[in-house]
Antibody, heavy 121, light 107 residues
């Protein structure tokens, strides 16, 4: 079964840019059916959808984060990435990547294990 | 944005109990509602999709129901492995939104 694996720095300084990558184990990032999302969870709190990207590069943003977020897809490396700019302590969270099928109408069925990112000087 | 409200936020129960968690949407999401289980330090796991469809491999003691703006997740007989947090999520429209979560604790 496909596996997702997040990677990136565990510590980011305030005002800098957080960059994370998610590797898709089976190359299915090239299949147009799938969409690839980022979800985060601050310590002790609930889940927040950051946004999603299709392998065509089409992005879908959470309006609350849109001004600071960008996505990219590299099908040759079977990975997709998240950049979150101008981070503050409020961006400290576990960041998950996840997969869903179809632009709408399907839940997140495959999740990465998550990577913890702390924002601190 | 569609707001998802879960209740209760915490629930204390014993093994064997029947447990019900409620999720309400601020506007209709039709049947595009999922339930996830999350254990500490782990990723959420999909339990229920399309409000009432059981994900493959999920025990039949988990049951989802509802449509429109009101949904429930019922665990018919709570097992030790079920003590966890549960989240609803609407995927009817962007931005996707989650409920605040329900933590099921041992009584």
């Amino acid at each position: 079964q496909v596996q997702l694996q997040e990677s990136g720095p565990g510590l980011v300084k305030p005002s800098e840019t957080l960059s994370l990558t998610c590797i898709v184990s089976d190359g299915s990032i090239s299949i147009s059916t799938y969409y690839w999302g980022w979800i985060r969870q601050p310590p002790g709190k609930g889940l927040e959808w950051i946004g999603s990207v299709h392998n065509s590069g089409t992005p879908y943003y959470n309006p609350s984060l849109k001004s600071r977020v960008s996505f990219s897809v590299d099908t040759s490396k079977s990975q997709f990435s998240l950049k979150l700019s101008s981070v503050t302590a409020a961006d400290t969270a576990m960041y998950f990547c996840a997969r869903y099928s179809g632009r709408l109408g399907e839940p997140f069925d495959i999740w990465g294990q998550g990577t913890m990112v702390a924002v601190s000087s | 944005d569609i707001q998802m409200t879960q209740s209760p936020s915490t629930l204390s129960a014993s093994v064997g109990d029947r447990v019900t968690i409620t999720c309400r949407a601020s506007q209709s999401v039709s049947g595009w509602l999922a339930w996830y289980q999350q254990k500490p330090g782990k990723a959420p796991k999909l339990l229920i999709y399309k409000a009432s469809s059981l994900e493959s491999g999920v025990p039949s003691r988990f049951n989802g129901s509802g449509s429109g703006t009101g949904f429930t997740l019922t665990i018919s007989s709570l097992q030790p492995d079920d003590f966890a947090s549960y989240y609803c999520q609407q995927y009817n429209s962007y931005p996707f939104t989650f409920g605040g979560g329900t933590k099921v604790e041992i009584k």
